[in-house]
């Protein structure tokens, strides 16, 4: 699985949840729908991770933990391709340098 091919495809689904329940995500002036759903989607993801150390009420659940990393995924591949970042060539240039030899 590629990252293009795998953004394209959250996209996708994005657009079809969004138009099935009738979620307009443009209706701030800023456009800041993906964005912030990023931030929401990280907040589950800290809840299972409190649940799953034993910080939080509830029952620890593996299966929501990696469910929720997967959100959190989506959403910033979502958040990526709205804004016009291209986190393939970004993730090039800023962490996958390091392992280039050292001229």
């Known amino acids: ?3 293009k091919g795998l953004s394209d495809d959250v996209v996708r689904i994005s657009d079809i ?3 099935e329940h009738d979620i307009d995500r443009d ?7 993906a964005l912030l ?8 993801l800290t809840a299972e991770h409190l649940r ?3 910080r939080a009420r ?14 959190v995924m989506g959403m910033l591949l979502i958040y990526c391709d709205r804004v ?8 090039r240039r800023k962490w996958l340098r390091w392992l280039e ?3």
């Open 17 to 19: 949840y969004a138009r």
């Open 52 to 54: 799953m150390s034993g």
């Open 101 to 103: 030899p050292k001229a």
């Open 27 to 33: 209706k701030a002036a800023s456009g800041d729908w």
């Open 1 to 3: 699985m590629d990252l």
């Open 84 to 91: 016009g970042i291209d986190l393939e060539a970004a993730m």
């Open 37 to 44: 759903k990023l931030q929401e989607e990280l907040g589950e």
């Open 58 to 71: 509830g029952e620890a659940d593996t299966q929501a933990l990696h469910d929720e990393a997967a959100d």
